[in-house]
């Protein structure tokens, strides 16, 4: 059994694929923990683009980036999530126990039993009053993780990510900040692969197959939603 | 260049994935024809729990099988998509110039460019007066395609599907039908199955390497969604 320390899964970033992530995560038990440098939940479209419209996200004809951001996070939170805003990841490492340890910018140390890589662009960081052009290599742009076209390379199947200074697992990258074969930047891929890590982590952290639980269908998953 | 005949795209099948197919194809200028068994859109949505609440479709903390698919009709309706409900595919063949020729169960032809395999749970089909417990396998169940735990198996980064007795391009399978490794039958994984199939396709008709096209960003997407 994984050492899960503070939190179940810690997400690094808390754009639409992390927000997502929560309640995935949540359907089988799993709080989590996110972590983003900007100082409100949404990412991209908290900060890109907040009120222009979007009109490719599956049943929304158009919706704004703001109004995603709220109902994604309405959608989470019965799941009880953790938000620690304002602050970067810049340290990683595999700790004892199977478990891993991230280090926040203000010296903080978070042990969780999984962590997610969901930066989105933030793998790179824009340097104070720098405009949205002048972009420079972030933390997590610099850790030892397998990549891709500028992404960190992941399994498809999974999710997981390669970390190439050791073989524990546990590590996952989701959104746009991922790469596979015949990966789109996405919002709806966000949330598909969301989906697919939570099978992943639930297998990992439990040892449990992969057995989806619906919400039309599971008491328990509609007990956890408040929805019993 | 393929031939498209009467359409660019021919579905089988008219649930969620189905009908966000029509919107991202549409968004690339490509237009749909669908093909059902069942009287309406929305597949399993509209005919299993066309009122029971669905907790995990991404931004919407609860939503009912019918107004989901209200909602991805309105979506795709700008794409102008053409149905044909009340109708089985029974026939599929490769035909000259690298495309296929469906036949529906009253011995109509339509000749198109790619076929989508969409049919869910449609694999089966329900004799008149059967429960929906006894199904028994339907036409395309039979076809010379390669299968994998019960679905068709498919390329996860194009979402073709391998027919065995031609090496013809152009067939696809998304939604509950397919499977690939870490499949779950999510509805939310049937959208990002249709986006990547989306940029397959377009390469396969038109010989264009997949540059995804952002709604908030391209002029020409809005223009086509009738947002210009």
């Known amino acids: 059994m994984v050492n899960r320390g503070n939190a179940d899964v810690l997400i690094v970033g808390a754009g639409p694929a992390a927000l997502f992530a929560i309640f995935q995560l ?12 900007l100082d409100r939940a949404g990412g991209q479209c908290a900060v890109l683009y907040p009120d222009k419209p979007i009109y490719d996200v599956p049943g929304f004809p158009e919706i704004s980036g703001g109004e995603l951001t709220e109902r994604l996070m309405r959608q989470a939170a019965p799941c009880d999530p953790r938000f620690t805003f304002g602050r970067s990841v810049v340290a990683l490492a595999a700790t004892d126990g199977g478990a891993w340890r991230v280090g926040l910018d203000d010296g903080t140390p978070i042990d969780t039993g999984c962590v997610i890589l969901a930066t989105g662009l933030g793998l790179f960081d824009r340097p104070p009053g720098a405009s949205a052009e002048e972009l420079v290599p972030g933390p997590v742009a610099q850790w030892p993780l397998e990549r891709n076209r500028g992404g960190i390379r992941v399994d498809p199947s999974t999710f997981q990510a390669a970390h190439v200074q050791t073989a524990q697992q546990g590590l996952f990258a989701i959104g746009d900040a991922c790469d596979y074969p015949g990966k789109v930047k996405l919002i709806l891929s966000g949330f598909h ?12 952290l439990t040892g449990k197959r992969p057995t989806v639980a619906y919400s039309t269908t599971s008491k328990r998953v509609r007990e956890r939603l408040g929805r019993g």
Chains 1, 2 share one sequence.
């Open 26 to 37: 949540g359907i089988y038990g799993f709080r989590c923990h996110l972590v983003d440098r």
């Open 193 to 204: 692969e969301a989906a697919l890590a939570t099978q992943e982590i639930r297998r990992h």
